[in-house]
């Protein structure tokens, strides 16, 4: 069965106009389900018009955003478009949140109304932000439309998002971008009023409006899922039951669930996967071995300031490349520049900060003028029109389409070299001993970065960071290969779902043999032992073995220049540099440091007295 047309007029209008035309056609279509709960369009649409009516009613602010406190579930939906009906935007907070994030996001507010559920009653107090109006509170509100409708260019909506100061920063989203997206979206895919549209983000996450709006615009279901309280582990069998026809889901969460299939595990209703976040052609490979040969895949490259600036469709006519997965090409209304490091145009096949352009963007964000000021422009040509400059790295390839490499934060110094961390962990992620990872640039201790690999390893009994560190030489440079692989059964992951790199970095680097395999050999002599102890100072580990290489344990050239000065200092030779890449070991360079010397030097006591002498 079709979708209701959408419109091209209906972008001049507002997000509840396009809902109250859907809910008007199909009244008794299922609208939502989730946690064993379902709500037609009619029922839906005449809960968000009492709330409506209530915020009408009552306060006086008629263009202020409107904070709303939920859980994942219908509520959370019939608030969000009672507070639009109201004219107002809508500030989607999740309940499972700490009390004092969300308190900071209210005083930045300076709500005078938060919207809840009677359940949510102690932690709205808590937060403070001002009066308090719940679902259903008055029972006798009307239950039509209240007919208020703003311009296109008003304000809809704000996303806090975790900003690079630590604090909040809210993006704010009008009526004409979220149609726009969902008028494209509309118009280039055969969408069905069969479908069943997964939504696995909460409401406050801007990629939610993606799902939510994508089925209500166009009749189709809306099925939630609580990540937070249902847990990967039952993500297949509500697919299954509630026949999941759309799937939208983090990178982070889409490898360990295929992971977890069985062999036999078949999802013919699926039709569309979307993985959000850099993913393989492996990821693909390995998904359709799940999957209907019809089923598509969507690249996107999109961001809370843009939405979806860039998009590939892939079926199975895409040829099969390796590594990541192309983000595609600019989507209708937007042109993407990328300029290299000098800030000229970027030759094809040459990664640049990528500069957006479309009047789609973000008008900036909320109350933080110089935040604003610095990412987001008015085109100085044509009015209207807006460029976003945050940070993103794209790369051209010669036929125009478009691969995403990370940003400006994942961009690091390593002894003199820029390193995209994004192309090391793009590298990581390839090998067939790692189910998932991250990677990221830490500091070593003597004001040098270094690259420290989170792996999650396909085979955690048979882990060996050596062999991963050779892997990655046969297609890295030696100054982009991780100092430290980390274990872990899993990466920690944020409230949407994605690999919470500050939890890793604010780990403690734990000291091992830098990945070494092999049998262990203790030092026995003298000199053996006083390299091997010059090692683990310099190296940051705890042990070394004699056989142990000097690369497997993350050596690289600095670090080697650091040990040959000490060792020339203690034993009063003068190796040259290239000694400990011919000698890599500490008794092969224990043979060095003797032949050098012209003895066996072993007399420890007049070594250690030597050691103290010179520090």
Same mark, same amino acid.
């Given at each position: ?72 579930d219908i509520d959370a939906i019939i608030a969000v478009l009672g507070v639009l009906k109201a004219g107002r935007a809508y500030v989607a907070l999740d309940a499972n949140q700490p009390a004092a994030r969300l308190a900071n996001i209210a005083s930045r507010l300076d709500a005078d109304v938060l919207v809840t559920g009677a359940n949510h009653l102690p932690l709205a107090d808590e937060i403070g932000a001002g009066a308090v109006v719940t679902l259903d509170a008055d029972a006798a509100l009307p239950e039509t439309n209240p007919g208020v409708y703003p311009e296109a260019d008003s304000l809809a909506s704000i996303s ?9 920063? %809210? ?36 990629? &939610? ?31 299954? #039951? ?53 089923? @598509? ?28 997965? &192309? ?5 209708? %209304? ?18 640049? #900060? ?61 002894? %003199? ?19 998932? %990872? ?55 992951? @944020? ?46 580990? #705890? @042990? ?45 360079? &224990? ?8 003895? @066996? ?15």
């Open positions: 069965m079709n979708n209701i047309r959408f419109d091209e007029t209906e972008l001049g209008g507002t997000i509840h106009a396009r809902f109250e035309r859907v809910a008007a056609t199909v009244p008794d279509r299922i609208a939502v389900t989730a946690h064993n709960r379902s709500i037609t369009y009619d029922a839906l649409n005449r809960a968000a018009n009492r709330l409506a009516h209530a915020l009408l009613a009552n306060h006086a602010r008629p263009s202020w955003p409107v904070p709303t406190l939920f859980d994942h806090f998002t975790s900003g690079s100061t630590g604090e909040p920063k %809210g993006v704010m989203r009008d009526h004409w971008p979220i149609l726009h997206r969902q008028w494209v979206n509309a118009t280039a895919q055969p969408d069905s009023l069969d479908d069943r549209i997964s939504m696995l983000y909460g409401c406050q996450f801007g990629a &939610a409006s993606s799902d939510l709006f994508s089925a209500l615009f166009l009749g189709e279901t809306l099925c939630m899922y609580d990540f937070g309280r249902q847990g990967l582990h039952n993500l297949t069998g509500w697919m299954f #039951e509630q026949g999941i026809t759309y799937l939208h889901i983090p990178v982070d969460l889409f490898r360990p669930w295929l992971d977890s299939l069985p062999a036999d595990a078949f999802f013919p209703a699926l039709r569309q996967i979307a993985p959000a976040g850099r993913y393989y052609w492996r990821d693909i490979e390995k998904a359709r071995r799940h999957i209907p040969p019809e089923c @598509t895949f969507v690249s996107r490259f999109s961001s809370n300031e843009t939405m979806m600036a860039a998009c590939l469709l892939i079926d199975q006519d895409t040829p099969v490349e390796d590594g990541v997965v &192309a983000v595609g090409y600019p989507a209708p %209304g937007f042109e993407i520049a990328i300029l290299n490091e000098q800030g000229e145009p970027a030759a094809d096949n040459e990664v640049g #900060e990528a500069i957006i352009t479309g009047a789609q963007i973000t008008r900036g964000y909320w109350r933080q003028p110089e935040l604003t000021a610095k990412s987001i422009h008015d085109h100085p040509q044509f009015p209207g029109v807006r460029v976003c400059r945050n940070g993103d790295y794209l790369l051209r390839r010669p036929n125009g389409c478009l691969e995403f490499h990370g940003r400006q934060d994942d961009r690091v110094k390593i002894r %003199g070299n820029t390193v995209e961390v994004a192309e090391v962990e793009a590298a990581l992620l390839r090998l067939p001993d790692v189910q998932t %990872g991250a990677v990221l640039a830490r500091d070593s201790g003597g004001g040098d970065k270094m690259l420290v690999a989170y792996v999650v390893p396909s085979h955690p009994a048979d882990f060996e960071p050596s062999r991963l560190r050779r892997a990655l030489n046969q297609t890295l440079p030696s100054y982009m290969l991780p100092a430290a692989f980390v274990p872990l059964a899993e990466l920690p992951l @944020t409230a949407n779902a994605k690999i919470d790199r500050r939890t890793l970095a604010a780990m403690e680097i734990p000291l091992q043999r830098g990945g070494a395999t092999g049998d262990y050999r203790p030092p026995e002599t003298a000199s053996e032992m006083l390299i091997a102890g010059i090692w683990c100072e310099v190296l940051a580990i #705890e @042990t070394v073995g004699i056989d142990d290489n000097f690369l497997d344990l993350g050596g690289n050239s600095i670090l080697a220049a650091r040990i040959l000065a000490r060792i020339n200092a203690v034993f009063g030779v003068d190796l040259p540099f290239a000694v400990l890449f011919d000698a890599p070991t500490v008794a092969a360079l &224990a043979k060095a440091v003797d032949v050098e010397a012209g003895s @066996t030097m072993d007399d420890l006591a007049a070594l250690l007295d030597a050691i103290e002498m010179d520090s």
